[in-house]
């Protein structure tokens, strides 16, 4: 971890600038041919160069092949009412996603966002939300819309949704 100290709400306060955690996980699977074996390689990385921009980076290795399975990367941009993540999700011989999310508080109790996924292989559309949000103090309310590619129909499905969500502290 690599820390300094910047002025938050008025305190001068710790704030990590990089910050990294990896771990391993072990399998004592006595079933298998091999037996007991180190297995997956966990890695998580953010950088806050600034207090309103952060990237964060997690990538999951399979230590047996010798080769990453997935990645996740993300860029979030907290700026006044504003909050935007730009991502990426890469999962070998999957997928490769691209997805853009946003939410805008137009006053303390009411935001309106959007959610936008892209299949970047075939050029498609997987998920595109929109979504008018009430903050309850304790709950977040959320009406919306979802258009979701189902790839089983090969068709898009449409669906009105409301989501009640408890707030985390």
Do not use: C
Not at 1 to 23: A, Y
Not at 30 to 56: C, K, M
Not at 110 to 129: K, L, P, S
């Amino acid at each position: 971890r690599i820390q300094t100290k910047r002025l938050l709400q008025g305190k001068i306060q710790r704030v990590d600038i990089v910050s990294m955690g990896s771990f391993l996980t072990y399998n004592m699977d006595q079933g298998r041919v091999h037996g007991s074996r180190w297995d997956t390689l966990n890695n998580n990385i953010q950088l806050r160069p600034y207090n309103w921009l952060t990237f964060e980076w997690t990538g999951i290795a399979d230590v047996e092949r010798d080769r990453w399975t997935s990645s996740n990367t993300d860029a979030v941009v907290r700026y006044r009412n504003l909050i935007m993540i730009i991502g990426h999700r890469y999962t070998i011989e999957s997928s490769s996603l691209y997805s853009f999310d946003m939410n805008y508080w137009l006053n303390e109790r009411w935001a309106v966002g959007m959610y936008w996924r892209n299949e970047f292989d075939r050029m498609r559309t997987e998920e595109f939300e929109f979504r008018l949000t009430r903050d309850l103090h304790d709950w977040l309310l959320d009406f919306g819309f979802n258009d979701r590619f189902d790839s089983e129909l090969d068709e898009l499905d449409y669906e009105f949704f409301i989501e009640l969500t408890l707030k985390a502290y």
